[in-house]
């Protein structure tokens, strides 16, 4: 069990780096966009899933995980853009 639990923690690690990479791009684009109306895209966000769902079938991960991980993940990710398109507006 020690091992299988040393294995989650490695893809945790890796899990966080990656979603920082991806947060990353979120924060460029809030600097790149010249609306606040622009943050919040529904066709992007139903592709984005869509992507995620098709990707979650090759690799043989449960839609039951991978569309409710994802949506909460724009979600916040769409906050998080807000906040810095706000942010930068106001300095």
Known sequence: M?????????????LVDLMA????YIEQAARIKANRDEVHD??????VVAKVLATA???GLSADIAEPVWRLLIAKSIEH??????????S
Request: glycine share 2%; net charge negative; hydrophobic share 30%.
């Open 57 to 59: 079938a090759e690799r």
């Open 42 to 47: 529904d066709a992007r966000i139903e592709d």
């Open 2 to 14: 020690a091992d299988v639990r040393r294995e989650i923690d490695r893809i945790d690690r890796a």
């Open 21 to 24: 990479e991806r947060q990353g």
């Open 81 to 90: 853009e807000f906040n810095a398109f706000d942010r930068r507006k106001d």
